[in-house]
């Protein structure tokens, strides 16, 4: 969530909202342990988004935690209606200000969680490659609360982009978890546009603890330790895919923003469910 809130802004050049309604809140944490990402409080927000300032306009990242959220309370009890509304209206407030807003969300059957998804445009699933893992995915699909029942019942519209497997390492286990993944939920992984038989993933390095630890890019890692590289070179190659998917990517050329550049096209408003 925190690597592609930095991606969105430094590559992309968006306007990155943070919805931040895991418990604990990681992502908060993380993304405000600089000065890089902010959480906006007491800002007045502008009647219409031509009155924006140049500053308003310039590609950040904001991050606003569920507890700060009027509205979202931590637990949604029986006003799940009510909580469903809020952020509905949430959401709204904020489109005309940001470009991409990412929803950090707990694990189903949370109701935050069914929420989030029956508002977001797009939905991505990180899940690690463990049996336990395996064996919540195909309620996470297929659950009462799962995707395809959030789409028929509460939002059509919902694009699941599929599953990422998330701190991968070239281990025999590792390497025989991904083949059952592969056999159990091969439909459900995001295709790897370099690799027509395999799916994105995303390995366990290093650099990306760093950077999460120090609340910045593991480009800003990159730029300092040769080392790290290898790091963004994968990640990058995860986001650039998913970007694709979100139509964020802005055409490359003369002018176009370059790598940790912000490029100068907007980019459409997403409500992503992470």
Not at 67 to 73: D, F, R
Request: aromatic content about 4%; proline content about 9%; charged content about 20%.
């Amino acid at each position: 969530m925190c690597q592609l809130a930095h991606y969105l802004r430094r590559v992309c050049g968006a306007r990155v909202l943070v919805l931040d309604l895991a418990e604990p809140a990681c992502s908060t944490a993380s993304l405000t342990r600089t000065a890089r990402a902010v959480i906006p409080c007491g800002e007045r927000v502008p009647a219409k988004p031509h009155t924006q300032t140049g500053r308003a306009r310039t590609p950040r990242i904001q991050v606003l935690p569920g507890c700060a959220a009027h509205g979202l309370p931590s637990e949604v009890g029986e006003g799940r209606a009510r909580y469903y509304a809020n952020m509905r209206h949430l959401l709204r407030v904020v489109t005309p200000f940001v470009d991409v807003c990412l929803i950090d969300c707990p694990p189903l059957p949370d109701q935050r969680a069914v929420c989030a998804e029956a508002n977001a445009d797009a939905m991505l699933s990180p899940i690690v490659l463990s049996r336990e893992a395996l064996d919540s995915t195909d309620d996470l699909i297929n659950g009462p609360h799962g995707v395809r029942n959030v789409r028929a019942r509460l939002n059509p519209a919902l694009r699941f982009f599929g599953l990422l497997p998330n701190m991968v390492e070239d281990t025999p286990l590792q390497r025989a978890q991904a083949r059952v993944l592969q056999a159990q939920m091969g439909a459900w992984l995001i295709p790897d546009p370099r690799d027509p038989d395999g799916f994105l993933q995303m390995p366990h390095l290093d650099a990306i603890a760093q950077a999460q630890a120090a609340g910045v890019s593991v480009l800003n890692i990159a730029w300092r330790d040769a080392a790290a590289r290898p790091a963004w070179r994968a990640m990058r190659h995860c986001f650039d895919a998913i970007a694709l998917r979100l139509d964020c990517v802005a055409a490359r050329g003369p002018g176009a923003g370059t790598e940790g550049e912000p490029g100068v096209n907007p980019v459409p408003v997403e409500v992503v469910r992470v």
